[in-house]
């Protein structure tokens, strides 16, 4: 068999459209998890560790969060090692403007938490209790493996799948509804009603900002600040965020200033993709007759690349990316009634 027939068979990603290999790559990550818990319970039990009160301690609840992100790292290597999607190309190059408004935004989002407190609140009028998330014994040294596993893995590991590789796919969708939709999908894969609303927005501005930059950078330095606040409130026993209504003014003052630049200042992609399209057309129109000519086919190639980019497969992605979005549903809704 050759090298080429062995990776179109045991490769999924290969020879499939981003928009497919985007959804599949959903279904993979989330199957991938399934079947890892599985495994990993069967070792477990096999080795006697699954005692009365297991999930109760530490190595329980490092091995919860770990499961996650290595279901997205066999993804995305899977996905990247097709040669004809690069890992480099994926991440983006990062400016320091972006940075600085993804550092900014994501204060800005601290103010959110004010919103999805009013979303739990109509929940618990039909009973709902949230379940606390257990995070691991943050005593002294040991909150620093807890940030490695709770904020820096999910930030660049969610962010190359999500934002990177899921990103990727919706594009030809347009900007709004990849957004949209990469954020939708982004709150349904964390399975927590609690959260629900504050997952979405967050998943939303982060989209916002990848489809900006053109880079994930941003959004890693983002979401990890967020999780490593978390983290160190949780450790220094702070429940809610400090400085009262000054601070969640000003959070909001953030958030609302970031998102009308990003909205309607920022120009940067939609130029960019205009601009890469006349490059297209430059490299494809060689200067063989009078400039008219010349001018008259370069304007037909352009207007060809438009249409192509114009098509997404909507159709395609729906379909691979079903079995995860399912699944995630299902375990959305069990954890709803579940928390009645």
Known sequence: MKHTDFKKTFNPFVGRNEEKSSGLAFSVAIGASFLLSILFLIVFRLCGAMKEG????????YFSFLLPQLSFAITAGLYFSDKKRSFKK?????????????????????????????????LERFGYTPSEIAIPSTEGARVLPVIFVIAVLPACLEELF????????????????????C??????YHQNPAQTVYQFLCGACFALIVFRSGSIVPTVISHFLNNAVIVIFYACGISEYPGGVVSLCVSAICLVGSLIYLLFVDKRIGGKRKDERK?????GVQATGT??????????LLNVTAEEEKKADAKGFV??????????????????????
């Open 54 to 61: 297991y999930t109760e301690t530490d190595w329980w609840r």
């Open 162 to 181: 999500f934002r990177g590789i899921l990103f990727n796919g919706l594009k030809k969708f347009g900007g709004a509804a990849a957004v949209l939709i």
């Open 279 to 283: 490059q297209r057309c430059d490299d």
């Open 183 to 188: 954020a939708a999908i982004f709150s349904l």
């Open 90 to 122: 994926t991440a983006g190059k990062p400016t320091l403007l972006y940075i600085v408004l993804a550092v900014i935004l994501q204060f800005g989002l601290l103010s959110l938490s004010s919103l999805n407190g009013l979303f739990l609140k109509w």
């Open 291 to 300: 400039n008219e000519e010349n001018d008259r086919r370069k304007n037909t």
């Open 319 to 340: 379909l691979y990316a079903l079995f995860g979005i399912a699944v995630c549903a299902l375990n959305w809704i069990s954890s709803l009634i579940s928390g009645m």
